[in-house]
């Protein structure tokens, strides 16, 4: 479906700054008996809102194609990532003085690490996903979740079954939001009306122009977050920003807070950050064709680096195969005439091929096995983990090739 107004302010008024060509959902790894069906490839063009400088593709792809029943996606993969949701249940339950037994609600709620932590706090916890196969690893763990997109049944059935929650949160869920408007109005149905908070992060814009981080452009993610344009959307629904927090996960996030407008004092923070955007001019269009002009030369250098290597006989794979790396994998074209195979931790994606360009994937053993000269490290944001846990294979020799911002190769 072609979008052909502004997700949140409904202006026609809007302009392309990027165009990545057309990729295969990011996460629509395919198993070796279904390597030669047909691969659907969709438009990956990002507009800004000349109205409200929202920034947002403008292909939208049904989120039954995107979010099916073998979601290959574990929030709780990495160390650092269970460190930072189990933070995020913390601060949201001590700064906004939750109690015993108050309900929190997560959306998207993959495999629960985050409901886990409030869980801890002794709160009462529902999560909602509408992959099948994640909402099975969630309940094994304890978290009760309910197999549906956020819509108004889920909703009815969290209110029939527990009552209003105190806390909603949405951590890279609001981004991938088609029809904001009705989302926002089972927030509102479902948040207390007095003391509940609703908490989105995600990706923030800033950042994605700043370092360059293109790879977290795909479908999935049908809008890039900035503040100035959701103040006076969440005023459509009398909510409002109370506070937000920049967070390092995904290369760069913010963690905002929203409540019923009046409810809580807003904090110095909104007006921080609103600054901050301002200042950077995110909605100017020569930033963003500069941004443009960045990243096509970004993805010259990579390709020349590899085929120097791959013309000098050295073997390279993909290690780590996040959605983002298939963004990065389709957009350079890199495909087993440059890479050997993947690796994943997750093993969800183990015997499987990556979207697009087939590499098969492996578990992160096989590189001690092979002994593959260069590592493509496609999860660039957990790097220093990731380096960490593969310190072998560093010791003998091998090099690890990191994409974004700047291509670069670590060595012992």
Sequence with gaps: MILKKCRLCKSKRMFKFLDLGFHPPSDQFKNKLHLDTPTTYYPLKVFSCKSCGFKQLNYVVEPEVLYQDNYPYESSITKAGKKHWYEFAETVFNDYKLKKKDLAVDIGSNTGVLLSGFKKKKCRVIGIDPANNICKIARKRGIPTINSFFNSKAVNTVLRKSGKAKVITGTNVF?????????????????DNDEGIFVIEAPHFLHLVK?????????????????????????????????????????????????????????????????????????????LTKFEKRVIENRLNLVSLLTKLKKSNKKIIALSAPAKGMTLLNYSKLDCDYLEYATEKSSIKQGLYTPGVNLPVFSDDKILKTKPDYALLLAWNFSKEIIKNNNKYLQKGGKFIIPIPKVKIVKK
């Design 211 to 287: 370092s360059l981080e293109y790879d977290t452009i795909y479908h999935e993610h049908l809008s890039y977050i900035t503040v100035l344009p959701l103040i006076k959307f969440f005023k459509k629904f009398n909510f409002e920003i109370i506070n937000i927090l920049q967070k390092d996960i995904h290369g760069g996030s913010i963690r905002i807070f929203i409540s019923k407008a009046g409810n809580f004092k807003v904090d110095k923070n909104v007006k921080k950050i609103c600054n901050l955007e301002k200042k950077e001019k995110l909605n100017s269009k020569k930033i």
């Design 175 to 191: 981004a991938h939001i088609n029809d904001l408007d009705s989302f926002m109005r089972n927030i509102k149905k479902l948040l």
